[in-house]
């Protein structure tokens, strides 16, 4: 059985209701390509299996036990499924989370013990973590001398991502079309992109600033600018996803709030 983005989302506001994710977030990020769903209403997994050259590794995107149904090896039973789908598609490794560029979270949050105590005992193991920050989307900065930014109505950010950040480029052009997407010009070329809902609703990211222009306070009038259609949209607070580097966050204003282990079953 495969789960529709709308009873997906039902069983994961029955599970986690704090993350407060909804259809469309869920259909971004688990309904993609090389993506499959599978359980039904009481539990639930999202697999992605990606090939790069000659190597094949799988992301577990997603899983999910409705609390009705927890303590009755219905997690134990997933992982265990999701693994042998992954083996079955000759994925040499399985990991948490870090499905870019479609992810609901970079790893698996620190707070959810039951889902590290499952994933420790079926043989993951850790390798890193990552950090989200919470923003007050009341900041706001000014921009340099010169530099114009604007709400990207063309494929010039995404261009700037195709050639120095190609990582990010799905999620620019997904951002672009969403008109989610802030772009920084100096002299009409473009020199540096912000980006927010671009796999979550309120979530900040993927931003870059041009390689040759950086320290000069474009990512903070773009930070800015990004910041001021969040609040537009309602938000007082935005989750910075995936951070790096903390220290530019931190200078305007963004905390630590989330913590993910990074881990990896090797198949």
């Given at each position: 059985m495969?789960?529709?983005?709308?009873?997906?989302?039902?069983?994961v506001t029955a599970a986690l209701p704090d993350e407060r994710l909804t259809a469309a977030d869920l259909e971004?990020?688990?309904?993609?390509?090389?993506t499959e769903i599978f359980g039904n209403?009481?539990?639930?997994?999202?697999?992605?299996?990606?090939?790069?050259?000659?190597?094949?590794?799988?992301?577990?995107?997603?899983?999910?036990?409705?609390?009705?149904?927890?303590?009755r090896g219905r997690g134990r039973a997933l992982v265990a499924e999701s693994a042998a789908r992954a083996r079955a598609a000759r994925a040499v490794d399985m990991h948490l989370g870090t499905a870019t560029p479609r992810y609901v979270w970079p790893g698996v949050d620190f707070r959810f013990t039951a889902a590290l105590a499952l994933f420790e005992a079926t043989g993951f193991e850790p390798y890193g973590a990552a950090c989200n920050m919470a923003m007050p989307?009341?900041?706001?900065?000014?921009?340099?001398?010169?530099v114009v930014v604007e709400r990207e109505g063309s494929d010039?950010?995404?261009?700037?991502?195709?050639?120095?950040?190609?990582?990010?480029l799905d999620e620019v052009e997904r951002a672009a079309a969403a008109g989610t997407c802030y772009?920084?010009?100096?002299?009409?070329?473009?020199?540096?992109?912000?980006?927010?809902?671009?796999?979550?609703?309120?979530?900040?990211?993927?931003m870059a600033t041009d390689p040759e222009r950086q320290r000069a306070g474009i990512g903070r009038s773009l930070l800015g600018a990004v910041c001021a259609s969040?609040?537009?949209?309602?938000?007082?607070e935005a989750d910075i996803a995936w951070v790096g580097p903390i220290g530019f966050y931190a200078k305007a204003g963004a905390v630590v709030d989330r913590v993910f282990r990074n881990a990896k079953l090797t198949l």
């Open positions: 495969t789960l529709a983005p709308d009873g997906l989302a039902r069983l971004t990020c688990c309904y993609g390509p090389d209403s009481d539990g639930a997994a999202v697999l992605t299996v990606k090939r790069s050259g000659g190597l094949t590794a799988a992301w577990l995107v997603l899983l999910v036990v409705h609390p009705d149904h927890r303590r989307t009341s900041f706001r900065a000014d921009s340099p001398a010169g010039r950010a995404a261009a700037l991502a195709s050639r120095s950040f190609p990582h990010w772009a920084a010009r100096a002299d009409g070329t473009t020199i540096g992109f912000a980006c927010h809902s671009v796999n979550r609703a309120g979530w900040i990211g993927p969040l609040s537009a949209a309602g938000h007082a």
